[in-house]
């Protein structure tokens, strides 16, 4: 028995037939070309078939969760997206849709790599790697990163609960001052409230002071400090600063600390913490995921 013909090849063979119809008979040409007369007749009225329309309507929904991700969405979001409206469309078609239509995801950094180091001389290692925490307040990192503009670097400080990767406190400064860190672990703090939670750091000297230190302590807060000259060990805010900067940033000098502070605010309490999906978190953003435990923990 024959194979069955592919659309494609059924197509070409529709416009092959249309083409020559003024020089052949038109049931001729079906017969010898092995497609059927009516087959031919339903297709001139509706030469594009339905997945072809199917592709254009998919495509732009697509192009929406794109747009609304600020172009960072790969393919595997956006199918989350799809999938979260209800869409049944395998995540192959939009990988395929993607790359024909050239939408492509904003790519990564380059991650450092760094020898052993020496542990903290000043505050231990209590953390040791565990990023992955089972409720939240158990485990926050920090760190501080800094953002050009035209009036000088933008210094900023963020708290992040392990959990859920959620930002729950962030600040910014001029210039990188003790200052800069005690207002992001004070806002987190507010907005928290924890007990016993280990909050871990790099070798900084912000995160050496006694301020820091002093705060700590009195917010029940256990310190925890990176070995010296080692990213790995505080991998995940390195990993928030990388996103920031490759999903909004984009290597862009900012007219004044006051822009570059907004759209910081923006990507954090707008984005990052509410909407963006986050691999870590099976493709929900921090906010759902604890919502979701939030709930699991009632069932409960």
Same mark, same amino acid.
Not at 5 to 28: L, P, V
Not at 168 to 191: C, F, K, N, Q
Not at 199 to 221: A, E, M, P, V
């Given at each position: 028995?024959? *194979?069955?013909?592919? +659309?494609?090849? =059924?197509?070409? +063979?529709?416009?092959?037939?249309? *083409?020559?119809?003024?020089?052949?008979?038109?049931?001729?040409?079906?017969?010898? %070309?092995?497609?059927?007369?009516?087959?031919?007749?339903?297709?001139?009225?509706?030469?594009?078939?339905?997945?072809?329309?199917?592709?254009?309507?998919?495509?732009? #929904?697509?192009?929406?969760?794109?747009?609304?991700?600020?172009? @960072?969405?790969?393919? /595997?979001?956006?199918?989350?997206?799809?999938?979260?409206?209800?869409? +049944?469309?395998?995540?192959?078609?939009?990988?395929?849709?993607?790359?024909?239509?050239?939408?492509?995801?904003?790519?990564?950094?380059?991650?450092?790599?760094?020898?052993?180091?020496? /542990?903290?001389?000043?505050?231990?290692?209590?953390?040791?790697?565990?990023?992955?925490?089972?409720?939240?307040?158990?485990?926050?990192?920090?760190?501080?990163?800094?953002?050009?503009?035209?009036?000088?670097?933008?210094? #900023?400080?963020?708290?992040?609960?392990?959990?859920?990767?959620?930002?729950?406190?962030?600040?910014?400064?001029?210039?990188?001052?003790?200052?800069?860190?005690?207002? &992001?672990? %004070?806002? &987190?703090?507010?907005?928290? !409230?924890?007990?016993? $939670?280990? =909050?871990?750091?790099?070798?900084?000297?912000?995160?050496?002071?006694?301020?820091?230190?002093?705060?700590?302590?009195?917010?029940?807060?256990? /310190?925890?400090?990176?070995?010296?000259?080692?990213?790995?060990?505080?991998?995940?805010?390195?990993?928030?600063?990388?996103? #920031?900067?490759?999903?909004?940033?984009?290597?862009? @000098?900012?007219?004044?600390?006051?822009?570059? !502070? &907004?759209?910081?605010?923006?990507? @954090?309490?707008?984005?990052?913490? /509410? +909407?963006?999906?986050?691999?870590?978190?099976?493709?929900?953003?921090?906010?759902?995921?604890? $919502?979701?435990?939030?709930?699991?923990?009632?069932?409960?």
């Amino acid at each position: 028995m024959r *194979a069955k013909a592919s +659309t494609g090849k =059924i197509r070409q +063979t529709y416009e092959f037939i249309k *083409a020559n119809r003024k020089h052949f008979d038109i049931r001729t040409m079906c017969r010898v %070309l092995g497609v059927a007369p009516s087959g031919y007749y339903a297709w001139l009225e509706e030469p594009v078939c339905q997945r072809a329309l199917e592709d254009v309507r998919l495509l732009r #929904l697509i192009r929406a969760s794109f747009a609304a991700s600020h172009g @960072i969405y790969g393919a /595997p979001r956006v199918f989350l997206d799809l999938r979260e409206v209800g869409e +049944t469309c395998s995540k192959h078609r939009v990988m395929r849709l993607m790359r024909v239509n050239k939408i492509r995801a904003v790519r990564g950094y380059r991650i450092r790599h760094s020898s052993v180091s020496k /542990p903290s001389e000043l505050i231990p290692n209590v953390l040791q790697r565990s990023f992955d925490v089972a409720r939240p307040n158990k485990a926050w990192v920090t760190d501080i990163t800094y953002i050009r503009t035209w009036e000088g670097w933008l210094y #900023l400080a963020v708290i992040m609960d392990l959990f859920s990767r959620k930002i729950v406190g962030w600040s910014t400064r001029p210039t990188i001052s003790r200052e800069l860190v005690l207002d &992001a672990v %004070l806002m &987190a703090v507010r907005h928290r !409230r924890p007990h016993g $939670t280990v =909050i871990h750091s790099d070798q900084g000297s912000q995160y050496g002071s006694d301020d820091w230190r002093r705060f700590c302590k009195t917010n029940h807060l256990e /310190p925890s400090m990176s070995r010296r000259g080692n990213c790995w060990d505080n991998a995940v805010a390195e990993s928030f600063f990388s996103s #920031l900067k490759k999903e909004r940033i984009k290597k862009k @000098i900012y007219r004044t600390r006051e822009l570059a !502070r &907004a759209e910081i605010s923006d990507y @954090i309490d707008s984005f990052y913490n /509410p +909407t963006r999906r986050h691999s870590h978190l099976g493709g929900v953003s921090p906010e759902e995921f604890e $919502t979701s435990g939030r709930r699991r923990r009632r069932v409960h």
